[in-house]
C-alpha cells in the first residue's frame, strides 16, 4: 500500500509542479517552433540578400565587360584611323597565282563620313578616285573621264582588282556603332597575347558582313587580326596586321595583308607615310576635286 501511496504521490507532486511552474506542454512546442522559423527566416533572409547582391554585382560586372569590349575595339581602330582625321601614302601589291601588281596611292579620311583616295601609279592607272560622301561612293576613271556612283549591291565588290572591297576602302563603318561587341577570351596569335572580340550587326545596321571576330594586341591595343564572316557563317577572309612601327606619331602597324577563304591570292598594303587628326580641306571630299 505505501509503495502504490508513494506512487501516487509523486504523480500528484509532478503534476503540481507542472502547474506551479505554469509551463504548458503546447506552448513550449509553439515556442520552439517560433524559434526555429525566426532562425529560418534570418537564413532565408540572408540568403536571398547575397544572392540580391550577386545579381547587382553580376549585372555590374556584364555591364562594365561589355563596355570594356567596346573600348578595346575603339582604341584599336582610332589607333589606326585617328579620332579625328588621318592621311597616309602607301603602296598595294596584288598576289595571285598567276601575276602580282603594285599600284601606289593616297589617302585622306574625315570622320566615318568622308573618305578620298586617289592611285599615283601606275600611269595607266594614275589620276583614277574613289570618294566617300555620306552614304554615297563615287568612283572616277580618268581615261575615260566618266563618274561612276557606286552602288550598295556592290560594296563587296573587289576595289580595282584587289582583295580589298569597296568597304573597305572608304567606307569607314563605324565598329562601335554598327555591331554589339563581346570579348569572348584572350588568344596568342604569332605568339602574341590578344584581347578576343566577336562583333555581330546590330539590327538594321548598314553593314556587309555577318560577323567580325577581331584580335587586338594587350600591350599596346593594336589590331593584330581580324577574320570577316558572311551572313551564313563562313570565313570569307581574314587580315593580319605586322610591321609594327612608329609612323606620324605613334606605333602602328605598317603592313596589312588581305588573304581570301583559301589563301590562293592576297593584297598587301604597305604604309610609306602617315599622319593623323590634323586639318583636311572640306573641298578634298568633294565630286569637284574627284574629277579633277
Known sequence: ??????SQGRTTTSRHTNVSTGQNPSLKLQSTKARRFKRFGVLELSIWSLFGTWILFFGAYHNCYAQDAKQIIQRAEDAIKGKVSSYSVMEMIIRTPDYTRTMKM????????KALVKILS???????????LGNDIWMYLRNTETTIRIPPSMMLQSWNGSDYTYDDMVREETLTKDYDITLTGTEQIGGVDCWKLQLIPKPNAPVVWGKIVYWVRKADDLPEQVEYFDERG????????????VMGGRIIPTAWTMYNSDKTHSTEIKMDEASFDKRIPDQIFSLKELER
Open 1 to 6: 500500500m505505501k509503495s502504490k501511496e508513494s
Open 106 to 113: 593616297e589617302s585622306w579620311t574625315s570622320g566615318t563620313s
Open 122 to 132: 601606275p600611269v595607266r592607272e594614275a589620276g583614277n578616285r574613289t570618294l566617300k
Open 234 to 245: 563562313k570565313l570569307m577572309r581574314t587580315m593580319i596586321m605586322s610591321d609594327f612601327k
